[in-house]
């Protein structure tokens, strides 16, 4: 299984931004596709998630509204859109595969499979 995210960047407080997330290797029906975020000196924060069957996503509190993720199936990948970026959105992005039928989707535990990150800036 691999999953490669790509889209990070330097933005401006306000700004838009789109990640990707390509995923291989995956019995996809059973899966799902989590978006965590790092901060410098902070620990790994969940912001959200979607099953590759029936498209559910799930969302932490904190970009609700301002987050959305989609997926493309013909291209196994997954979209992590968000909007109205706040520097204190500035981390290392990280996309992870897990069971779709997790109890706890939001712990980064209830994920087996890890890509390598992206970065996003944003500046004030």
């Known amino acids: 299984v691999q999953l490669q995210a790509s889209g990070g960047g330097l933005v401006q407080s306000g700004d838009s931004l789109r990640l990707s997330c390509q995923v291989s290797g995956l019995p996809f029906g059973n899966y799902a596709t989590g978006w965590f975020r790092q901060a410098p000196g902070k620990e790994r924060e969940f912001v959200g998630r979607?099953?590759?069957?029936?498209?559910?996503?799930y969302y932490a509190d904190s970009v609700k509204g301002r987050f959305s993720i989609s997926k493309d199936n013909a291209k196994n990948t997954v979209y992590l859109q968000m909007n109205s970026l706040k520097p204190e959105d500035t981390a290392v992005y990280y996309c992870a595969a897990g069971w779709r039928g997790v109890i706890s989707p939001s712990t980064h535990t209830s994920y087996d499979h890890w890509g390598q990150g992206t970065l996003v800036t944003v500046s004030s």
């Open positions: 979607i099953t590759w069957a029936g498209g559910v996503t």
